[in-house]
């Protein structure tokens, strides 16, 4: 396992991140996963040994069971609480109350101490802003984060799933009041799934922000266990279809990828790990399982080297449309390169 900067802050995280979507299995969340608590020890044991020090959680998962069920493992395995780096995240609605939704500063403070009860812990090292909040003014959230970060209940923040100029605004206010800035992005990534290479990506390289992709196999799709025309009624994806891809597109990508891991001895996951991993930006890949095998599986995608031309055969099948102001961008920089200057 390799580790890298998590942007700009100084913390190092491993390459690869457990993720606890499939912990708990509470309402909506039984199609994803209904892991317990021998089976998550088995899988946070399982993530340690093989050298992850990141975990990722939520608030919304499972309404808060995920959260609970990772807290009693860190302490069942007596696990160094000072050598994990625990992230959750705020914004999903956790009861039927008006305000037990949002990016207010009373449901951000009320989620936050919630999720502390919870995972039995002092403070976060990192908490994510986990989408877009219409009825309240980014001031009033960064007011909110920040003093958070100043009370020591959070280490750093981060956002997801919002489009690129609402971060920069934030940023901005951020820095003008003198506030904790984010520091890291979380956000759908995998190789049916570029949209982030738009707009998104080039933000985070321009800030110096750490890049966490969330559904790196799009649900499972870029497992290799899809076929056309067949569905089984097993997995996750018949029953429930999200993130929303190409699949047409995606099962021509998928054959591209077999090709490359039948000639590596490896699995399709593997692959698609593999791509997200080398590209650029990326800092920690989520990876979310069921099994201890899955587990294995996926952290040996560390391994896999992919040469220039598979990455190239990989990065033409699933290119992104062309959309403006891209194609104009890229017409008029033809006379700005470097090249060219005299």
Known sequence: MKYNLFGNTGLVVSELCLGTMTFGGEGMWKAI?????????????????????????????????SERLLGNAVRELGLDRNELVIASKV?????EGQNNTG?????????????????????????????????TPVEQTMRALNDLVVAGKVRYIAVCNWPAWMVMKAQ????????????????????????????????????NLA???????????????????????????????????????????????????????TTVAQ????????????????????????????????????SADELIRINTASALSIEYPGWMVDRQMADRTLNQVK
């Open 172 to 207: 901005g206010v951020a820095r003008q009041n003198g506030w904790h800035v984010f520091e890291g992005l979380q956000y759908f990534y995998s190789v049916g799934g570029r949209d982030i290479e738009r707009e998104i990506l080039p933000m985070a390289k321009d800030q």
């Open 271 to 306: 692959v698609s790990l593999a791509w997200v991993r080398l590209q650029q930006g990326v800092t920690s890949t989520i990876i979310g399982v069921k099994t201890v095998q899955q587990l294995l599986d996926n952290c040996a995608s560390v391994n896999l080297e992919l």
């Open 91 to 95: 914004r999903g609605r956790m009861g």
């Open 33 to 65: 996963g209904m892991l317990q608590q021998e089976e998550v020890n088995q899988l946070v044991k399982g993530a340690v040994d093989a050298g992850i020090n990141f975990i990722d959680t939520a608030n919304i998962y499972s309404y808060g069971e």
């Open 211 to 265: 890049v966490m992709p969330w559904s790196p196999l799009a649900g499972g799709f870029f497992s290799g266990k899809y076929k056309r025309d067949e569905a089984t009624g097993q997995n996750r994806r018949d029953n429930f279809d999200f993130p929303p891809i190409n699949k047409d597109k995606g099962y021509e990508i998928i054959d591209v990828l077999r090709e490359i891991s039948e000639a590596h001895q």
């Open 103 to 135: 990016l207010s500063r009373l449901h951000i403070f009320q989620s936050v101490d919630a999720s502390l009860h919870r995972l039995q812990m002092d403070h976060l090292d990192i908490l994510y802003v986990h989408g877009v909040d219409p009825l």
